[in-house]
């Protein structure tokens, strides 16, 4: 399971100011965190909405260049414009994480491409300017087109992360389950990666961690490869690690026996 | 006898109960009539759809409000709710028709901006103000602002609330808002905005007239404004 650390996003308050201050240090402090914590990417948006385009390409180069002083872990560069990722991956160099391509125009060829030149992993979401598609089918059909833009750009499709696309439970009951479905269907119909943003999933209601862990354990069940998720949320780590063993996935349960040496198991 | 099938109404409210077969949050409502069948046994007693609506539905939904500002209820909880409400408004809509008011306390128009596929937070506000009795026109998503403004003047609303969830995607707020001035309709119509990435600040700049930080403070921003 690749883990997607999510902690640096402008939208959470404290980073949105720590970006517009400039404040390297509280950045570069979430990063270590992240990667002692076990995140194999870490997430990096810098999209405050306070300034222009050019000030968001700024503030990523800044971003990813003071990040990579403290972590050798790779980033995964989190925006949805072209000419930001641009920048990103141009600082950064070969081998981050674009975050994200969709079936958009305009987000999905060009993101496709950059990803290729510059040696990434790409996430890609299923939604199309028709919007976001509410059924396991509309979001396969989607999928399917990003699958084939990828076969023609030349993009691998093991290096491609789809994302079912996770919502809250709060806002309708029955999105995980139609989450879920989506993954186990990706997985049975192309030969492609899966992602999400599990935090989501727990928005708006209480006892987060729990829906949380419970919620990554039935996802790697139907087949997530991937989350982008809070890697210092210790139930979550542990339940990822645990549920991998279960399902035959850690030889000699060695992650999991390492992380329980390491302290970072809770039971 | 009105007294009490309003507090009735307001309790059923409270408990998210459209109808009998609804468990609700609290013990002991099991099979007792919830709010679709309370509405109708008033109006058949003959009390004022006016009072069913103030008294009952919006005062209801005021509660419910506070209760979620209090982290007391949850989004879910104050979903069940507003759906009851919005069950019970089809039922009461003839009515409100025959007693020759306007049906509702003001029209709204929602829209979630070009480009910007999002819709949960949008629709949220948008069962939240139906919930407390205004008329809605929900554009859905990826609305160009031309659009918006026509149907903001075809509709002669009295506020236009946009929603964005993109960084990229919130200059298109203010265009909408340009297009409504360069039409010389910003003077009727008020706009709020609302959205992740969005501040107060942000509408200011914009000139914007509210921003709601979640659906109860679009409810609030309504009322005082329309």
């Known amino acids: ?267 | 006898m009105s007294e009490k099938i309003i507090e009735q109404i307001v309790a059923n409210v409270l408990q998210g109960r459209r109808d009998k077969n609804d468990e609700g949050i609290d013990e002991g409502y099991d099979g007792t009539p919830g709010v679709t069948e309370l509405v109708e046994e008033a109006l058949e007693q003959g009390v004022p759809v006016e009072k069913v609506l103030g008294e009952g539905l919006s005062h209801g939904m005021t509660l419910v409000g506070e209760k979620y500002e209090s982290g007391e209820y949850f989004i879910p909880d104050m979903l069940a709710a507003a759906e009851a409400v919005g069950a019970a408004m089809e039922i009461m809509e003839p009515y409100l028709v025959k007693d020759g008011g306007q049906g509702s306390k003001g029209k709204i128009v929602m829209a979630t901006v070009e480009k910007d596929q999002h819709d949960i937070g949008k629709n949220l506000v948008t069962i939240m103000l139906k919930g407390a009795g205004y008329a809605v026109v929900d554009l859905g998503v990826n609305v160009p602002a031309a659009r918006i403004v026509e149907v903001v003047e075809q509709e002669n609303a009295g506020l236009l609330g946009l929603s964005a969830l993109l960084d990229t995607t919130m200059p298109f707020m203010k265009e909408t808002i340009e297009e409504l001035k360069n039409k010389n309709l910003k003077d009727n119509v008020r706009v709020m905005i609302g959205g992740a990435p969005t501040n107060e600040d942000f509408a200011r700049e914009i000139g914007a007239d509210a921003h709601g930080k979640d659906a109860f403070a679009a409810v609030k921003i309504a009322d005082q404004l329309l």
């Open chain 1, 1 to 267: 399971m690749l883990v997607i650390g999510e902690l640096i996003n402008a939208t959470r308050k404290k980073v949105r100011q720590a970006v517009i201050d400039h404040d390297l240090d509280f950045l570069q402090q979430l990063a270590k965190k992240q990667d002692e914590a076990g995140a194999h990417y870490i997430d990096v948006n810098v999209a405050t909405g306070a300034g222009k385009q050019e000030k968001e390409i700024e503030d990523m180069k800044w971003a990813v260049q003071g990040l990579r002083k403290v972590t050798q872990k790779p980033l995964a560069i989190d925006t949805t414009s072209l000419e930001v990722m641009q920048a990103g991956l141009e600082t950064h160099g070969p081998g981050a994480m674009v975050n994200s391509a969709s079936a958009e125009t305009g987000r999905l060829e060009p993101f496709l491409q950059l990803a290729r030149e510059y040696d990434c992993l790409c996430v890609a979401l299923p939604v199309s300017d028709a919007g976001i598609p509410k059924d396991v089918a509309a979001r396969l059909e989607i999928s399917k087109q990003i699958v084939q833009a990828a076969e023609k750009e030349g993009f691998p499709l093991d290096r491609l992360y789809m994302d079912p696309l996770a919502f809250p439970l709060g806002v309708d009951d029955q999105s995980g389950t139609i989450t879920l479905q989506t993954i186990t269907a990706l997985k049975e119909e192309f030969q492609v990666k899966t992602t999400i943003g599990l935090t989501n999933i727990s928005h708006g209601l209480p006892q987060r961690g729990l829906l949380n862990r419970t919620f990554v354990t039935l996802a790697i069940y139907a087949g997530l490869d991937s989350a982008i998720a809070d890697p210092l949320d210790r139930g979550v780590m542990s339940s990822v690690l645990a549920a991998e063993a279960a399902l035959g996935r850690d030889p000699y349960c060695g992650k999991l026996l390492k992380a329980f040496r390491k302290g970072q198991l809770v039971p």
